[in-house]
């Protein structure tokens, strides 16, 4: 409820934040019977990520991927496997402070490496 509104005959008070107490009692300015008024106050509180400016990110590996399948819309499944010689190697960064991603294509050498490192 965002005002204080009156048991007896149903009459919102649009002036309710003049009411500077927990609990007490009022009187309605319009039946004129007294009645019982509690106040809750609530909190709530936000949060969001900092955003990087000027694309100023701060990257950190994340994983490395292989694609190892291509979409082929004329196979069953639409997927199809490739020949090894063929895939695709990736390096998945992300900024530490807003979650930017950014995929690098690498070399088999690379990725080889990353991997035994």
């Not at 107490?21 to 004129?32: L, N």
């Not at 955003?51 to 979409?71: L, N, P, T, V």
């Not at 196979?75 to 010689?85: D, S």
């Amino acid at each position: 409820m965002k005002h204080i509104k009156c048991p007896y005959c149903g009459l919102e008070d649009n002036e309710s934040y003049e009411f500077d107490q927990e609990d007490g009692t009022v009187e309605c300015v319009d039946c004129e019977k007294e009645f019982n008024v509690s106040r809750t106050i609530e909190i709530t509180y936000s949060t969001s990520k900092i955003a990087c400016e000027d694309d100023e990110h701060d990257y950190k590996i994340d994983c490395y991927f292989i694609s190892k399948r291509e979409r082929d819309y004329t196979a069953k499944g639409g997927w199809v496997n490739l020949r090894e010689h063929d895939w695709t190697y990736y390096r998945i960064e992300i900024c530490c402070h807003c979650d930017a991603k950014d995929i690098i294509e690498i070399t088999k050498d690379e990725c080889d490496f990353a991997l035994v490192v």
